[in-house]
């Protein structure tokens, strides 16, 4: 042992330190080069990983919105909670027609969806470039959304699956709200065209591409969305002719889903970068 020199004891079998030798090798065998492009490519699989959990919540509540916006149309009062442009138009002839159900319904439903979306921006927030691909924030806005379906689907579950008069009214406004909030948290996400609740925008994108002759692989998440829209409204009307009762159970799945999948993110990836 050479006096005046003191030894430094080697790091651990699976430790991440190494030592650099003078040769500017680790004694694990990699450079210091090696291991900045290992940790490079490590930030890139979280964030591919955290981006497919990110589009597959986005299915999910596309699901959500078609189940919601059926219900609405078929149980409670024939108005859409997340179609604005259709409320409007049932406003405006509502009230040429002078047929206050129809314009009421419409009302209340604009009204929730607007204060919906404006409290769900407080809570998600806007987009910026510094945001990771899954931003915590969504998680909170969609926790709120699902409280909201829970408070719903008690008063449903306790009118019988049946909501009539004022509580119809009420229920309605709740859907629109959710839905309002669910708007906002996506839009956290900062992917431009991405949306579970306007979808004539995803169409439109979709028969953009296909026209200009981009590959079905660059469309195919656009798709996914119509059809799980077009599912979940299948499923809610199915439901409210023969199981009125598993409506709301499957709105608060989708949202669920989307929960778990958002958890299981920032678990695992933490909040990886863009």
Known sequence: MITGERSCPRPPIGSNLYLIEPNGMGTSGYGPDMVTEQS??????????????RDRAAVSLAFVSGATDATGLLALGG?????MTGNLVLFGSGLAQGEPDIWAHAAYAIAAFVVGAAIGTR???????TDPVWPAAVNRALLVEFVVFAIYAAFYWGSGNHPEGTLMAVLLALNAFALGMQSSAIQRYGVSGLSTTYMTG?????VIRLASGKPLRDVAHSGTLLISL?????AAAASLRWAAGLVPAL???GVAL??????WSN????????
């Open 40 to 53: 490079e490519a490590a930030v890139e699989d979280g964030r591919e990983e955290a981006g497919k959990a």
């Open 79 to 83: 108005t859409f909670t997340s179609v």
């Open 123 to 129: 809570v998600a927030g806007t987009s910026v470039s």
């Open 202 to 206: 995803t169409l439109t994108t979709l």
């Open 230 to 234: 077009v599912v979940g409204a299948a």
């Open 251 to 253: 709105q608060l799945i």
């Open 258 to 263: 989307a929960l778990g999948l958002g958890a």
């Open 267 to 274: 678990r695992r990836h933490g909040q990886a970068p863009r």
